[in-house]
């Protein structure tokens, strides 16, 4: 059985994603924040499922009636399915609510604290190579969790993050929520998106690297490129803030974003325009196609359900013209997903 963590009221929509990625996934429940479903074969590598929060793959379900009960029986089960693992793994414990706000419930805090004395009398091996819960995976680390969906129900996952299909799925955050600092200079709070990215990929724009804003105004996107160092072209009808437009590292271009094509080879597109789907698949298309930038986040807006359509096409895309991508609906998304990228 495998768990994935949904949306609230997108169950539904994650569960018909798993289905066109997954055509062999039999989806068991889809409700609740998670769809249940079970596979007859191993996902394929590079499996992408924007919108999955979290993914506990190989979910065992589990029941303790106590904290003490629950650390013997995780400790166990752990023990049992880590057999050989020697490199660096982590532990999350979820509740209910972790996907939406990141914490974790006093009670499972409590299990982990005991998990540790369990480890200690009996697999001291692996609690010396348990390692922080945050930040981004080290190469064949391995990913524990257990979610407890009432106090006595549960289901424990062991997975590892690069060996699988599962690799792109796994977020390295507890419940793939990952806190975003909020910063009241930027003219908008789009600025919470990239940086969420930045954050994601284990990646930040580098001081001079090149930026090319497409669909700028405000600046929220401009700003962050700015404060990082970078020089920025960015293109857009209406201006952006005078402090934005003051700044020797900012060229304005006035104009169709949509039309704009850079005159020599750029670091960074970053893209939040505001238009149907089809559009900025086009302009990724066209961007990608012409080798115009060496790094890219896009975001791709929608009403209602996303066109399943232009979801394959970005997932196509991605596979054949990217070496490292990523597709998320961030959790400061609405109604849209982003990908980003390298050619």
């Known amino acids: 059985m495998h768990l994935l963590l949904a949306r609230p009221d997108h169950e539904a929509l994650l569960a018909d ?7 062999d996934a039999r989806i068991v429940t889809a409700a609740a924040e998670e769809v249940r479903l079970e596979l ?12 999955a929060q979290q993914a506990l793959p190989g979910a065992e379900p589990l029941e303790a009636a106590s904290v003490s009960e ?7 089960r752990l023990i049992a399915r880590m057999e050989g693992v020697d490199g660096p793994w ?10 939406r706000n990141g914490r974790t419930p006093r009670r499972l805090a409590l299990v982990e604290a005991e998990l540790r ?11 010396r190579t348990w390692r922080s819960p945050d930040g981004p995976f080290l190469d064949g680390e391995v990913l524990a969790q257990l979610r407890l969906a009432t106090p006595e129900r549960g289901d424990l996952s062991v997975a590892s993050t690069g060996s699988t ?17 909020r910063d009241l200079r930027p003219p908008s709070r789009a600025y919470r998106k990239l940086l969420e990215v930045e954050r994601r990929w284990g990646r930040v724009i580098e001081p001079n690297e090149t930026c090319v804003d497409l669909g700028a105004a405000p600046g929220g996107w401009t700003y962050l490129a700015l404060e990082r160092g970078a020089h920025v072209t960015a293109v857009d009808r209406s201006p952006l803030r005078d402090d934005l437009m003051a700044d020797p590292r900012l060229t304005f271009v006035k104009g169709d974003a949509f039309r704009y094509q850079p005159e020599a080879r750029v670091d960074w597109l970053l893209s939040d325009i505001i238009a149907f789907p089809d559009r900025p698949l086009a302009l990724l298309e066209a961007w990608l196609g ?3 930038c060496r790094s890219f986040v896009v975001t791709f807006k929608f009403r209602g359900d996303p066109p399943r359509d232009v979801v394959v096409a970005v997932k196509r895309l991605l596979r054949e013209r990217t070496s490292v991508h990523g597709l998320r609906q961030l959790q400061e998304n609405k109604n849209e997903f982003t990908a980003w990228g390298t050619i």
Not at 90 to 99: E, N, Q, S, V, Y
Not at 122 to 127: D, F, I, K, M
């Open 117 to 127: 004395d369990v480890l200690k009398k009996r697999q001291r091996r692996l609690l």
């Open 290 to 292: 012409g080798r115009w």
């Open 17 to 23: 994603e798993a289905r066109s990625e997954l055509p």
């Open 40 to 51: 007859s074969t191993e996902p394929p590598a590079g499996l992408d499922l924007a919108f």
């Open 90 to 99: 982590r532990f999350h414990g979820l509740g209910p609510d972790t996907a």
């Open 165 to 181: 299909g599962w690799g792109r799925v796994l977020s390295p955050w507890a419940g793939g929520y990952t806190e975003i600092p």
């Open 70 to 76: 629950w650390a013997r029986r995780a400790g166990e």
